[in-house]
């Protein structure tokens, strides 16, 4: 169904997940993919390159289209196959536009949560600072209790599952998720955020991210960098 | 026209442009509007964090609903006023695509961009290293390369103008052209870049971005900080 579709990803990659979710969500299945190795630096590779210039997963073209950028891909694929599968943009007005305002905001949230979880990775030895470790966390922390307070009812089971945008799981739901699963990854500690864990265990039951799970997640523990964020 | 729209907006910053100049392209004149001083601290007085917990402006709120995403906004006006002024989303599949991956790639610019013109604002002064100034001054100086590459013509006069996404005006121009006037208010130089440096000048023009030309702009001069990147 998805034949012309071709996707490199990396395992875990939020970006590359949320593509991911949303190919399964469209029932957009069969289409042509590459697991990569961050840690082999494959995201530099030629193969990657020659689609996407940035050495960034992941790289996505829909024919000879380009969607790199996840946010791009997820609302291309929203836009060009409507009708198809789970609808991911709500119609009634509010919701939508909470749609958009809570999806947008999830770039604050991966922002806040890469800075502390790569930032080994991002700042070179001789530029790290205790102090600026310490003000990475507690930025992640308040951006965290700003997403606890945004699920005002958690979810009660995973057949009655509460949502970021109104009432149904949207295109909110697909590009947030993947942080937030990533912070329980990384050791958050559920009974500080109780609203965020039940959405995380609801959703983690759903067919389409259980599909499209990190294939390394389910071979490694997790951390515990974030255990006292 | 916008009478249920409210807008409390700081002069020069990308994201409260963006949405500007969408409400202009939507022929949506009228709404309420407040400029407040990012100087001042205004953007964290008790009026914004009513709209907008984060103390960031734009707050921006159609009717009851809350927008302050930039992104978000301006996804929302062209989906609720799609057949009214400026087409902001290319009917084309391959425009299309072309616009969702420009205006998702916008977020990088940006985020390079603030990098280098705040990095004194951004990073207390402990904490600051030559080394990450010049490694940020790279980053930019790449990633304007790739934009220049992207306009493979330039803008022949301004009534000939090359957008980012197809022969016409986009959303992928709205929320991108507010970072390249940035950059060049700034002091980038326009003979290293000659096709960003039409393509500013041409959408300089443009009605909707002259009636939204920051103030502060026009009563002070530019910088020189970028003239070497």
């Known amino acids: 169904m998805a034949q012309n579709m071709t996707l490199l990803w990396g395992s875990g ?11 399964e969500e469209k029932n957009l299945q069969g289409y042509n993919q590459k697991l990569l190795s961050f840690e082999k630096q494959e995201h530099k590779s030629q193969e990657v390159m020659a ?3 940035r050495g960034q997963l992941p790289a996505f073209k829909v024919g000879n289209y380009t969607l790199n950028e996840s946010y791009g891909a997820c609302l291309y694929l929203e836009d060009q196959f409507k009708c198809q599968g789970t609808k991911l943009i709500p119609d009634c007005p509010g919701e939508k536009a909470k749609m958009f305002q809570r999806m947008f905001e999830g770039f604050t949230l991966a922002d806040r949560m890469a800075n502390v979880i790569y930032y080994d990775y991002k700042v070179p030895e001789a ?7 310490k003000r990475n966390r507690e930025m992640l922390s308040a951006e965290l209790k700003l997403w606890e307070g945004y699920l005002t009812k958690g979810c009660e089971s995973s057949k009655d599952c509460c949502y970021l945008a109104g009432k149904d799981f949207s295109l909110a739901d697909a590009v947030v998720f993947p942080s937030i699963a990533y912070v ?5 500690c559920g009974l500080k955020y109780p609203k965020l864990a039940a959405y995380y265990e609801c959703l983690k039951e759903r067919p389409s ?7 390394t997640w389910k071979e490694t523990p997790g951390q515990d960098l974030l255990k006292t964020v």
Chains 1, 2 share one sequence.
Do not use: Q, Y
């Not at 990659?13 to 991911?20: E, I, L």
């Not at 530029?127 to 470790?133: G, I």
């Not at 329980?184 to 958050?188: A, C, E, Q, S, T």
């Open 13 to 23: 990659s939020p970006p590359c997940w949320r593509v991911m979710i949303v190919l």
């Open 51 to 53: 689609m996407n210039p």
């Open 127 to 133: 530029e790290r600072h205790d102090s600026a470790v």
């Open 184 to 188: 329980f990854r990384f050791g958050l």
């Open 209 to 215: 991210i259980k599909k499209t799970w990190p294939p």
